[in-house]
């Protein structure tokens, strides 16, 4: 499966997951810089991956979900294709309007930087196949911005939708309804704070996120 | 024309920037300050003939995120 990762100036997590999806997909991903304003053809996933994108000026994400790139992500998201986007990538899919609501400063305001447990919201996502409704997991989280906030009547469509991805399974950073990752309507994009692509060797303290990585390229068929 | 743009948390939308803020002022020993909020202000010089429509979509594509901000100009 042919995949990319969006790279733009202060990304520091492309590598990260460029590695996660050769890893299970045995081909090395496109990295496709911001200024591009084309994707490579035929992608089964395209990542947005986390960092500190043009210095978090404005807000996070602000920038780069204007970047030239983006709109090739936003055409492909419209066709279905499935993007992950993951801590500054989950800030741009908000800011770019691929996913609703929003990424606030940290209620504690402290920047947060540890392993944190998180629960399966649904396991039943293209995304989250990997794992069982209702699983405990353990993600590495890393961010100043990861509060999300929507309002009431998006927040009880997310819920009753079954949108919500992961939940955080302790207190983080303020996040409504403790919510750590959902996805968009129609299911292809997945916006989440923890970073998976930390957790896919036994090395890094747990192979936790590697399952999201398999159940994707188990639902992209390829 | 010089334009001040005043982006500003919705109400009711949580200001952990506003709160500590308030907390230092009370530290410092500040009575009576009974709420504080923090926002931005963009100051941009811009063609005389730039029209408002022009101008409120600067705000709200890029400047302002209008889920959880709201926006003033001003002209000067």
């Given amino acids: 499966m042919k995949t990319a990762v969006v790279v733009f100036p202060g990304s520091n997590c492309d590598r990260d997951l460029a590695v996660a999806l050769e890893t299970v997909t045995g081909v090395k991903p496109a990295m496709v810089w911001h200024g591009d304003t084309d994707l490579p053809d035929g992608l089964g996933v395209i990542a947005v991956p986390g960092g500190f994108s043009y210095g978090d000026y404005l807000r996070c994400g602000a920038i780069a979900a204007r970047s030239p790139i983006m709109r090739a992500v936003a055409e492909a998201a419209g066709r279905g294709t499935p993007v992950l986007g993951v801590c500054n990538g989950f800030q741009v899919l908000t800011e770019a309007g691929l996913l609703p609501g929003a990424l606030m400063r940290n209620a504690g305001l402290s920047f947060v930087c540890r392993d944190v447990a998180l629960t399966v919201a649904n396991g039943d996502t293209a995304f989250t196949r990997g794992y069982a409704d209702g699983e405990r997991v353990s993600f590495p989280v890393a961010h100043h911005d990861g509060n999300y906030f929507a309002d009431a009547d998006t927040l009880d469509r997310l819920e009753g939708e079954g949108r919500v991805a992961f939940r955080y399974g302790e207190p983080v950073n303020g996040s409504a309804r403790d919510i750590a990752g959902i996805v968009n309507a129609a299911g292809n994009v997945l916006g989440m704070m923890p970073h998976p692509e930390r957790r896919i060797e036994a090395a890094h303290g747990g192979t936790d996120g590697r399952r999201l990585f398999e159940g994707l390229l188990e639902t992209v068929g390829a | ?76």
Avoid: W, Y
């Fill in chain 2, 1 to 76: 024309m010089k334009l001040r743009i005043f982006v500003t948390l919705k109400p009711g939308v949580l200001d952990p920037q506003g709160r500590a803020i308030h907390h230092a002022l009370g530290s410092l020993g500040f009575a009576g300050v009974e709420d504080v909020r923090a926002g931005k202000l963009i100051e941009m010089q811009v063609a005389d003939d730039t029209d408002d429509a022009a101008i409120d979509a600067m705000c709200r594509q890029l400047l302002a995120n209008t889920v959880i901000e709201n926006f003033r100009v001003e002209r000067a």
